[in-house]
């Protein structure tokens, strides 16, 4: 069993001590460990090419055209059964270098567009998406606040384990967090989501959200978007719409049973939207636009009008 801590803060700084303290947590728990600074790391923004979705229904195998060290860490992520990511709390959310990962991950990790692409490479003899995306793994975040400004945090980080499917064990954040380290209760709760996630990487099948529930009762999200002049709320991590009401001065969003096997982080939920067939048909349809010449006049147009600014060499 291995366990994987990745840390998007400065080095040796408290970020990098809460993930060591969660790892302590899950060796004493059994698991083997391993840690990783991501910062350490040259990590390309996505530039949204599509290659990925593109190699992935044309039977290509799972690639991305960006060469950096993202595949190194996309091994590590795939080789480890549980993962827990700690993150700093940048203007209400998470950092920029964990907004690209789950950017990189993508389409790329998203299951049920490498499902349908195992299907294709079966049918036509192509190249198959690696082995390993298809196993279950179990992932748990912290972020960790310079002040009490973190609505976004625990949105952001379950949209990384949104699209491969990961299930997400502790969702955690930490206020006012400069002197966190002098506080046993949050290095304690540091240490507890590490010995979680040791636990539920030894059954993965079994294993249940360990934090506090959110409004959504699925994904534990308590972020919405309210359709204006409505009561109709739509959970942006799993997506389900649900009847938003206010009982005992508590909001609460309920679903109809008809809308949980619709959720973006399941599989009945990914194939009733058939996002792989809309990907493989909008490229189609563009491939074929491109090789218009009023399209191509439109693009050299725009192409002639402006250069991009860039900073003297």
């Known amino acids: ?176 967090a400069k002197s966190i380290l002098t506080n046993d209760k949050d290095v304690i709760r540091a240490h507890e989501i590490g010995i979680h996630i040791a636990e539920a990487a030894k059954d993965i099948p079994n294993a249940k959200y360990q934090g506090k529930p959110g409004v959504c009762p699925h994904c534990h999200s308590n972020n919405f978007y309210i359709v204006p002049g409505t009561d109709k709320a739509i959970c942006p991590v799993c997506g389900l719409e649900g009847k938003l009401t206010v009982e005992n001065g508590s909001a609460k969003v309920t679903y109809p049973d008809s809308q949980l096997p619709l959720a973006h982080d399941t599989l009945s939920g990914k194939f009733r939207f058939k996002h792989a067939d809309d990907i493989k048909n909008l490229e189609t349809k563009y491939a074929k636009i491109r090789k218009d010449p009023a399209y191509i006049a439109k693009v050299n147009n725009y192409k002639s009008f402006i250069s991009a600014s860039k900073p003297e060499k």
């Open 1 to 176: 069993m291995k366990i994987l801590g990745l840390s998007a803060g400065t080095k040796n700084g408290i970020n990098d001590s809460m993930c060591k303290e969660a790892l302590m947590g899950a060796r004493e728990s059994g698991a083997d460990i391993e840690f990783i600074r991501l910062l350490d790391l040259n990590i390309k923004h996505c530039t949204g090419c599509v290659t990925c979705s593109k190699a992935l229904i044309s039977g290509r195998g799972n690639m991305c055209a960006l060469k950096d060290d993202f595949d190194w860490l996309f091994n590590k992520m795939l080789n480890a059964d549980g993962i827990v990511l700690v993150s700093p709390i940048f203007e209400s959310g998470t950092s920029g270098i964990v907004h690209t990962i789950t950017d990189r991950i993508g389409p790329r990790m998203d299951r049920g567009i490498n499902e349908t692409a195992k299907k294709i490479a079966e049918a036509t003899g192509g190249k198959a998406p690696d082995e390993r995306i298809f196993k279950d793994k179990v992932i748990s975040f912290m972020g960790i606040g310079g002040s009490d400004w973190g609505s976004l945090i625990q949105m952001d980080h379950a949209m990384l384990a949104m699209s491969p499917m990961w299930k997400v064990i502790d969702n955690d954040w930490f206020k006012w």
